[in-house]
């Protein structure tokens, strides 16, 4: 059974910053892409930034200069710095990956971002 477990949310003041972490498990080889996306209350969920295996990225434009993804392909985890950060970024962020095919999330991680 695949599983993406995300770690890392929290509250933070604007301006601060968070690393948030996907860890899969239950799979064998890699997932490619792997990424981010957000949901705001009343949003869509939204495509944060993601990253194939060989390490090409690619962000939303409301977050590029902020936040940077990055994984370890031996891990099958990924992982995405958060800096200057704003109360607009406040959101469930879930970890997306897909093999075969096949896609899988993970349950989410809240992110608030507030004075």
């Known amino acids: 059974q695949v599983q993406l477990v995300e770690s890392g949310g929290g509250l933070v003041q604007p301006g601060g910053s968070l690393r948030l972490s996907c860890s899969a498990s239950?799979?064998?080889?890699?997932?490619?892409?792997m990424g981010w996306y957000r949901q705001a209350p009343g949003n869509e969920r939204e495509l944060v930034a993601d990253i194939t295996r060989a390490g090409r990225t690619n962000y939303a434009d409301s977050v590029k200069g902020r936040f940077t993804i990055s994984r370890d392909n031996a891990k099958n985890t990924v992982y995405l710095q958060m800096n200057s950060l704003k109360p607009e970024d406040t959101a469930v962020y879930y970890c997306?990956?897909?093999?075969?095919?096949?896609?899988?999330w993970g349950q989410g991680t809240q992110v608030t971002v507030s004075s």
């Open positions: 239950g799979i064998l080889g890699s997932l490619n892409p």
């Open positions: 997306k990956g897909s093999i075969s095919l096949l896609t899988y």
